[in-house]
Nanobody, 126 residues
């Protein structure tokens, strides 16, 4: 079982940066891959990025590649999503999910993630 809590959302001007975090309550954090998603009223469940451990590998969707960076701090059971060069269309609720590494699903696949956090709102203004 894993419980996820997101934090760090807020208001940011277009072109600016923001970092959101996803903290897991679990005994063995390294047993899980963590994925970041976002949703808007018109688009549910857009898969943005994911990170695994052993080896540490990351995946990015085309919409955020070169602007967002995912990282993890296993000592803090936390995964971060650093968002740079934010655009108006990045406005969304950002949420994370966990997937057990034993599931053997390719990192770039959005299926299999669960234990969703409540999400954190990111609003980009002009």
């Amino acid at each position: 079982q894993v419980h996820l809590v997101e934090a760090g959302g807020g208001l940011v001007q277009a072109g600016g940066s923001l970092r959101v975090s996803c903290t897991a309550s679990t005994r063995v954090f390294t047993n899980y891959e963590i994925g970041w998603f976002r949703r808007t009223p018109g688009k549910e469940g857009e898969f943005l990025a994911a990170i695994s451990w052993r080896p540490e590998v990351s995946y990015y969707s085309d919409s955020v590649k070169d602007r967002f960076t995912i990282s993890r701090d296993n000592a803090k059971n936390t995964v971060y999503l650093q968002m740079n060069s934010l655009k108006l269309e990045d406005t969304a609720i950002y949420y994370c999910g966990a997937r057990g590494v034993w599931m053997g699903i390719a990192l770039e696949t959005p299926q299999g993630f669960g234990s969703w956090g409540q999400g954190t709102q990111v609003t980009v203004f002009s």
